[in-house]
């Protein structure tokens, strides 16, 4: 029900919106309850005013906003900077989520190469003055009507080449468009998809996910073997996680505990906790410094 201010009409009785919002002449119930000069017009009634009101988007925040336009033109994924330069402007980078905006900052000693989207060493960064990767200008490959003739696609401009030409290494279109979409997803002449009715053995074999064994034999007759490795020090920050994972509870097909191989670098590492995973039956390998 909706508290509706009343208006006298000049003749008996007063009016009240009907369902379609429209003003009619029908007595209001009561008053009860109403501020003054107020009557309520039933539990029925449509004030058009409410109405509106409640259909009304909420305003933007300006952070939202913001935060939209910041996105809006970035690709899934991209970290970016908000301040270029060199310094700690060269280590901050952002990246915008379904959750919000992430930032990150590369440890001390590296900067973040925007081209790479990864942290490299300072002397290898030469793009601090860049927010934004470079962006690329993408072909024509997939187009509601054709573009061009048999054997050819087009540029990014709408140009033809020949198909033979796309992600050969070289620039052949005006804008370089050929070279810029080359990935196992997008080159326009990758390897076609295996069929695996040609593709017999033992001349060939293929899986499209890795996981078929070859012959179609069973699995518990097919002998596997997992190694697992590690990298770098053995310290108090991951040796609780090296536990978690070798706890006992994990076993080999004979029955015996599984083990891994851990390469260990000499800075960070403790030396109690190494000789405990060595103890344990673990491989310690020295991992290289070149």
């Given at each position: 029900r909706h508290l509706l201010k009343w208006k006298t009409t000049g003749k008996v009785g007063m009016t009240c919106p009907n369902q379609k919002g429209k003003q009619e002449e029908r007595r209001p119930q009561t008053n009860q309850g109403c501020p003054r000069g107020d009557r309520m017009c039933g539990q029925r009634s449509h004030n058009p005013y409410l109405r509106v009101k409640r259909q009304e988007p909420e305003p933007i925040k300006k952070e939202e906003s913001f935060e939209v336009e910041l996105c809006k033109d970035k690709d899934a994924g991209e970290w970016f900077r908000l301040v270029a330069g060199d310094g700690d402007n060269c280590r901050d980078v952002i990246q915008c989520t379904s959750s919000g905006l992430q930032a990150i900052r590369c440890p001390a000693g590296l900067y973040f190469d925007i081209e790479k989207q990864t942290c490299d060493w300072k002397d290898a960064v030469k793009n601090c003055k860049l927010k934004n990767k470079e962006r690329k200008v993408k072909p024509l490959l997939y187009t509601d009507e054709p573009l061009c003739q048999d054997g050819s696609l087009a540029c990014g401009d709408g140009n033809c080449i020949e198909r033979g030409l796309f992600c050969n290494g070289e620039k052949?279109?005006?804008?370089?468009?050929?070279?810029?979409?080359?990935?196992?997803?997008?080159?326009?002449?990758?390897?076609?998809?295996?069929?695996?009715?040609?593709?017999?053995?033992?001349?060939?074999?293929?899986?499209?996910?890795?996981?078929?064994?070859?012959?179609?034999?069973?699995?518990?007759?097919?002998?596997?073997?997992?190694?697992?490795?590690?990298?770098?020090?053995?310290?108090?920050?991951?040796?609780?996680?090296?536990?978690?994972?070798?706890?006992?509870?994990?076993?080999?097909?004979?029955?015996?505990?599984?083990?891994?191989?851990?390469?260990?670098?000499?800075?960070?590492?403790?030396?109690?906790?190494?000789q405990e995973t060595h103890r344990k039956g673990h491989e310690i390998a020295v991992h290289s410094i070149t």
């Open positions: 052949d279109c005006s804008d370089g468009s050929d070279e810029n979409t080359c990935d196992n997803d997008n080159d326009p002449n990758r390897a076609p998809p295996c069929d695996p009715s040609v593709c017999v053995l033992p001349d060939c074999f293929c899986s499209e996910d890795g996981t078929t064994i070859p012959g179609d034999l069973p699995a518990k007759d097919v002998p596997q073997m997992i190694t697992i490795t590690f990298d770098d020090a053995i310290n108090n920050n991951n040796i609780e996680l090296y536990k978690e994972m070798f706890n006992g509870k994990r076993k080999n097909p004979n029955g015996c505990d599984i083990k891994a191989t851990f390469f260990v670098s000499h800075k960070y590492s403790n030396y109690s906790a190494v």
